[in-house]
Every structure is written in C-alpha cells, then in structure tokens.
Nanobody, 126 residues
Framework: EVQLVESGGGLVQAGGSLRLSCAAS????????IGWFRQAPGKEREGVSW????????YYADSVKGRFTISSDNAKNTVYLQMNSLKPEDTAVYYC???????????????????WGQGTQVTVSS
C-alpha cells in the first residue's frame, strides 16, 4: 500500500520552531522528488520546499528561504522540514507529496505529484 504520513505539526509561538516529518512506504522512495505544500483556509495551495532524492537537490519558496530546511533520511524513507523563525503567516495545513523524478521540472505544480499525504496542522500564534 502506498502511503505518505506527515507528523510534527502543532501550535507554536511566533519565532519558534517545528520539525515536520513525511514517512513514505509502498513505493520506490529514491525514484521520487518530495515536495512540501501548505494551504491556509480560503487560500490557494502553496509550494514550500522540495528535495530531489536522486541527487539531493533542494529548492525553497522565497517566503521561507533562510528559515526552513528540507532534508531526507533515505534509510528511513523519510523527509523532514525543519521550520525555524515561524511567523503567523506560516499557519496552514502542511502536506507532503511524491512526484516521479522525471517531473522535477514541474515540481511547483500539484499536477506533478502522484501521491499525497493527509496533512498536518501548523498553527503559529502572535
């Protein structure tokens, strides 16, 4: 069974940190790129960060550069998103998703992704 499970969300004060995890199973993890997206109520889904498992390349949205770090533990089939200096505008449901490596060039678009997790809530208070 293909599965992506996010964890690590919660409530944190502005300036604080959280680490999100995305645990994958049921597919060849190393053949995929993993993206983190977020969606706040009434807003469009926004790409946050991406990692290409084949070569370790990473990419960040301008809104999180310098604050978030994406990484992977290949042995655990898990991708992490370390979020520092959190702001209230970071509040959203965060999703991880897996796209075939061949779709890396369109990683910013949801259509690239074959599998999605159910999301984890991140709430940043003022």
């Amino acid at each position: 069974e293909v599965q992506l499970v996010e964890s690590g969300g919660g409530l944190v004060q502005a300036g604080g940190s959280l680490r999100l995890s995305c645990a994958a199973s049921g597919f060849t993890f190393d053949d995929y790129g993993i993206g983190w997206f977020r969606q706040a109520p009434g807003k469009e889904r926004e790409g946050v960060s991406w990692i290409r498992r084949s070569d370790g390349s990473t990419y960040y949205a301008d809104s999180v550069k310098g604050r978030f770090t994406i990484s992977s533990d290949n042995a655990k089939n898990t991708v992490y998103l370390q979020m520092n200096s959190l702001k209230p505008e970071d509040t959203a449901v965060y999703y991880c998703a897996a796209a075939p490596d061949s779709r890396w060039s369109i990683r910013k678009y949801a259509i690239a992704y074959r599998y999605w997790g159910q999301g984890t809530q991140v709430t940043v208070s003022s």
